[in-house]
């Protein structure tokens, strides 16, 4: 979706079909603003738009999955009558919780400035961003183990309310598919363990799979990929190409953690995934609330929007994840 798509939508949401006079306050989006508005703050993420995203009408419920992973085909004379199989059926639940987002806007800047009401418009654009950013932040390491409540950090406050994929591949992914890298920085070595962790029923994906890494080990593939004295490392040296390890793509995604409690230097750990990017689903209700309340005797304007959200691993069998990995040690050699 071009900038221009993205742009145009919000400043509709915000003027004359979703927030106007008449609407204020309390203006829930219909389903067609909402999808803009769920559009706007996925395509300002890095990794959400490369997932699969599922909107729903509920706050809660069920997509179901179907796996078929034994046998099915036998010579058509082997047996008496044809052998049958049954497809596991399962479902991934899903059970959105609610966030909030909230500014206040000072009259006198509202009309001091060039703008003058138009700043509503541009202030939720950037507002919108940011929002964008703090759902992938959630998404990616949101842990609902942590504290949140009125004395917490901000941080806390986000990514305490809900798991986030990095918390639910580390307990669903089974621990054969799990590798230590123990403090060692990511090498050829340690892709290739991954990749040989793949559960032998769905090596036939692998045009699927992707290395989902923070910069860290990222910018290092490519230096890596540059000491090659030859027309590829040429070319990751003044253009930052390369191909990822062992032919599978590889996704920076600057927000993944690099500051994990492991590592020579004690902080520097990180996390690398490699996956189908549609087995990680972010799950966003269309019922979404933005509210412009004037509050008289404090002079400002407050600006508040709701959204709900989970997140979900389809099938945490297909991922294989390296874990301990640090920027500060020594490459992994097993």
């Known amino acids: 979706m071009a900038n221009m798509e993205i742009k145009l939508p919000l400043r509709e949401l915000m003027s004359k079909s979703a927030v106007d006079s008449s609407s204020?306050?309390?203006?829930?989006?219909?389903?067609?603003?909402?999808?803009?508005?769920?559009?706007?703050?996925?395509?300002?993420?890095?990794?959400?738009?490369?997932?699969?995203?599922?909107?729903?009408?509920?706050?809660?419920?069920?997509?179901?999955?179907?796996?078929?992973?034994?046998?099915?085909?036998?010579?058509?004379?082997?047996?008496?009558?044809?052998?049958?199989?049954?497809?596991?059926?399962?479902?991934?639940?899903?059970?959105?919780?609610?966030?909030?987002?909230?500014?206040?806007?000072?009259?006198?800047?509202?009309?001091d400035n060039l703008e003058r009401a138009g700043i509503r418009d541009t202030l939720l654009s950037m507002f919108s961003k940011r929002i964008a950013i703090d759902t992938e932040l959630a998404a990616i390491e949101g842990d609902d183990s942590?504290?949140?409540?009125?004395?917490?950090?901000?941080?806390?406050?986000?990514?305490?309310?809900?798991?986030?994929?990095?918390?639910?591949?580390?307990?669903?992914?089974?621990?054969a598919q799990q590798i230590d890298a123990s403090g060692t920085a990511p090498s050829k070595v340690l892709y290739y363990a991954m990749k040989r962790a793949i559960p032998s029923r769905y090596r036939a994906a692998k045009p699927n799979y992707v290395w989902v890494?923070?910069?860290?080990?990222?910018?290092?593939?490519?230096?890596?990929?540059?000491?090659?004295?030859?027309?590829?490392?040429?070319?990751a040296l003044s253009q930052g190409l390369a191909p990822g390890p062992w032919g599978i793509p590889m996704l920076e995604v600057p927000l993944m953690p690099e500051d994990l409690s492991y590592g020579t230097a004690g902080t520097d750990g990180s996390q690398i995934w490699l996956t189908p990017l549609h087995n990680l689903i972010y799950f966003v209700q269309r019922d979404?609330?933005?509210?412009?309340d004037r509050q008289p005797r404090a002079d400002v304007w407050e600006v508040t929007i709701h959204f709900r959200v989970d997140f979900e691993v389809e099938n945490s069998d297909l991922a294989v994840i390296a874990n301990n990995v640090a920027m500060s040690g020594n490459d992994y050699t097993g």
Request: glycine content about 6%; some cysteine; charged content about 25%.
């Open 213 to 235: 890494v923070p910069s860290g080990p990222f910018d290092k593939w490519k230096l890596d990929w540059s000491d090659r004295e030859t027309a590829g490392g040429d070319s």
């Open 24 to 111: 204020l306050p309390n203006s829930v989006l219909n389903r067609e603003q909402a999808n803009r508005f769920i559009d706007l703050v996925v395509n300002e993420s890095v990794l959400l738009p490369k997932t699969r995203t599922v909107r729903t009408n509920r706050n809660k419920g069920e997509i179901n999955k179907l796996d078929l992973g034994t046998i099915v085909t036998e010579g058509a004379h082997t047996t008496s009558t044809a052998s049958t199989r049954v497809p596991t059926e399962s479902v991934v639940t899903y059970d959105c919780e609610k966030y909030r987002s909230a500014f206040d806007l000072k009259t006198d800047f509202m009309e």
């Open 146 to 175: 942590l504290t949140t409540g009125d004395a917490q950090t901000a941080e806390n406050n986000l990514l305490g309310v809900n798991d986030g994929w990095k918390t639910i591949l580390t307990a669903r992914v089974p621990g």
């Open 288 to 292: 979404i609330t933005i509210e412009f």
